[in-house]
């Protein structure tokens, strides 16, 4: 029998958060920091921030979340909402290029019973998408086998957006 190996979903799995954990909101407490590496902290912006999901459901799994603390899309104006959207649009440039996935899904999750994690900070995921990337694993196993570490994704990444123009 092969052996897949994901060490870093089990954190998620076998501690969940308790309700009402939204009062420490890993976002935040990223953005409070200077170590953007250690927070997965891909790309600051004016209004927003891109993150990689440090428990991804597939490789290339990324956040893009507006930088105040804000839970509900009637919470941003018009500025954040526009910064977001051209975020999610060039993320999607780089992903294809550097990944080549098939498509993408991204997903809003407002609401704990809608899937939210953290319901009071809002973010979109944005997760590549290949062919025949979907198997048994999950569905036996609650386990997703991702083929690239954080650091090497956060590498590539972080070189292709220092690359481009961002404010």
């Not at 804000?70 to 910064?83: K, M, S």
């Not at 997903?107 to 973010?123: F, I, K, M, S, T």
């Amino acid at each position: 029998m092969d052996q897949l190996w994901a060490p870093w979903r089990l954190a998620y799995i076998a501690n969940p958060k308790p309700a009402g954990a939204d009062d420490d909101c890993f976002i935040c407490k990223a953005l409070s920091q200077t170590d953007d590496r250690s927070n997965l902290i891909a790309l600051r912006r004016t209004s927003s921030v891109v993150m990689l999901n440090r428990f991804p459901y597939n490789n290339g799994h990324l956040l893009v979340a507006p930088s105040a603390h804000r839970g509900g899309l009637h919470d941003l104006n018009d500025a954040e909402v526009v910064e977001m959207q051209q975020t999610l649009a060039r993320l999607i440039d780089i992903l294809r290029d550097l990944m080549r996935p098939d498509g993408f899904n991204i997903g809003l999750n407002l609401g704990r019973v809608a899937g939210a994690g953290l319901p009071g900070h809002l973010h979109w995921h944005l997760v590549p998408r290949w062919n025949g990337d979907t198997n048994f694993m999950p569905v036996l196993a609650d386990v997703h086998v991702i083929s690239q570490s954080l650091e090497s994704l956060y590498d590539l990444l972080v070189g292709r957006l220092k690359g481009g123009q961002d404010g």
